[in-house]
């Protein structure tokens, strides 16, 4: 009795969590994504910091 009424469980858990891996499996593929954009968006505003200290530099100096 105990047999059958696993088995019967087990199908009917096997569709929801096969489901619930997919789902699982694209939120880690998002995470992954906005991770490697917060890195891009970091090296893109330290790339921005010193295009500014640059110009500021080349304003205050002399013209020759």
Known sequence: ?????????????????NKLDAILGEVMKHREENVSGAEQLRRHEDQLQDHALRLKKLQVSPRT
Request: no cysteine; charged share 60%.
């Open 1 to 17: 009795m105990d047999e059958r009424m696993d088995k019967k469980m087990d199908r009917k858990l096997d569709p929801v969590i």
